[in-house]
């Protein structure tokens, strides 16, 4: 499988995404400075809209903070350790 930006959606469940994220913005509580990440899985792959945040490592840290208090939460504990793409530390 390989891995795609795109600024547009490409695919049945990135446009599910894209409604969500509509969804979200058009929501009588949403506030400034709200941000949002929708994940879709289906057709064995998966589907995913950032939005309105900075850059994705800043929404994809937030994602892990997050998956992380959800395993707290069971009794369980996550660490994600990042390791690079080459032995010389590139993507």
């Known amino acids: 499988m390989s891995e ?3 600024e547009e959606p490409m695919d049945r469940l990135t446009r599910m995404c894209d ?3 509509e969804a979200f913005v058009n929501h009588p509580e949403h ?4 941000k949002c990440v929708v994940f879709l899985d289906g057709d064995g792959r998966g589907g ?3 939005l309105d945040y900075e850059d ?3 929404a994809i ?4 903070m997050h998956l992380r ?6 009794g369980q504990d996550m660490e994600v350790i990042g390791v690079p793409n080459s ?3 590139l993507a």
């Open 4 to 6: 795609i930006r795109a």
């Open 87 to 89: 032995p010389e530390g």
């Open 56 to 58: 994705d490592h800043e």
């Open 69 to 74: 208090a959800i395993f707290r939460a069971n």
């Open 48 to 50: 995913l809209v950032i």
């Open 61 to 64: 840290v937030n994602v892990f």
């Open 19 to 21: 409604a969500m994220t």
């Open 31 to 34: 506030q400034e400075g709200d």
